[in-house]
């Protein structure tokens, strides 16, 4: 059974800085590509960025790219997403996602699996 479950959400700052984890389990990471999406109320879903299994491959949404940094926990089957400067602008509730490919992308529906979600908020 696949399970994906985030953590390190929570009420920050602007211009502090956040780390997002996802535990993966249920399969090897080593023939995924792990992306992090973020949804907004009223907003649809973004991909905001993602890492390959090799660590080959990463992709940075523009509206990210400089901030956000993506890695992998091998050992601990587990990704990260650290969030640095953040803006009010980045208030959603993060997922992350696997599917089965050597390449990142961002098209949300070829993803197979999602975790739960963990909520962002990013307000003084």
């Known amino acids: 059974q696949v399970q994906l479950v985030e953590s390190g959400g929570g009420l920050v700052q602007p211009g502090n800085s956040q780390r997002l984890s996802c535990v993966v389990s249920?399969?090897?990471?080593?023939?995924?590509?792990i992306a992090w999406f973020r949804q907004a109320p009223g907003k649809e879903r973004e991909g905001v960025s993602c890492?390959?299994?090799?660590?080959?491959?990463?992709y940075f949404a523009d509206s990210v790219k400089g901030r956000f940094t993506v890695s992998r926990d091998k050992a601990k089957n587990t990704v990260y997403l650290q969030m640095n400067s953040l803006k009010p602008e980045d208030t959603a509730v993060y997922y992350c996602?696997?599917?089965?490919?050597?390449?990142?992308?961002?098209?949300?529906?070829?993803?197979?699996?999602w975790g739960q979600g963990t909520q962002v908020t990013v307000s003084s």
């Open positions: 996602a696997v599917h089965s490919s050597w390449v990142c992308h961002n098209i949300a529906t070829q993803y197979d699996y």
């Open positions: 890492i390959s299994g090799s660590g080959s491959s990463t």
């Open positions: 249920g399969i090897n990471l080593d023939f995924y590509i």
